[in-house]
C-alpha cells in the first residue's frame, strides 16, 4: 500500500517562503518520477514541477525560479522550496507518483497580499 503525506502549508505574507514535504511509503518511490501540483478555488488541479529518480527537474513557467524541487530518496520524501510567493499562488498542493492515481491529502498554502 502507497501513502503519500504531505507537509509545510500554511499561511504566509508575499513575498515569504514555505517548505513542503511529502513523505511516501511503498517501496516505489526510488523509482518514480514525482510531481506536486496544485488547486486554486474554482479552478483546475495543475502540474507545478516534478523530478524524476534521477534528480532531473521540470517546473511550470509561471514558478520557475521561485519554486524548486528536490527529493531525497533514502528518506522517501520529496520537496517543494517556494520563494518570492503571491496571492496567486494560493492553493492546496499535493504531491503524486506521476503517471498513478497515488495522491496525497493535499495541504492548503495561502498568501495574503
Known amino acids: 500500500q502507497v501513502q503519500l503525506v504531505e507537509s509545510g502549508g500554511g499561511l504566509v505574507q508575499a513575498g515569504g517562503s514555505l517548505r513542503l514535504s511529502c513523505a511516501a511509503s511503498?517501496?516505489?518511490?526510488?523509482?518514480?518520477?514525482m510531481g506536486w501540483y496544485r488547486q486554486a478555488p474554482g479552478k483546475q488541479r495543475e502540474l507545478v514541477a516534478s523530478i524524476t529518480s534521477g534528480g532531473s527537474t521540470y517546473s511550470v513557467k509561471s514558478v520557475k525560479g521561485r519554486f524548486t524541487i528536490s527529493r531525497d530518496n533514502a528518506k522517501n520524501t520529496v520537496y517543494l522550496q517556494m520563494n518570492s510567493l503571491k496571492p496567486e499562488d494560493t492553493a492546496v498542493y499535493y504531491c503524486r507518483i506521476s503517471g498513478t492515481n497515488y495522491w496525497g491529502q493535499g495541504t492548503q498554502v495561502t498568501v495574503s497580499s
Open positions: 511503498g517501496s516505489i518511490f526510488g523509482i518514480s518520477v
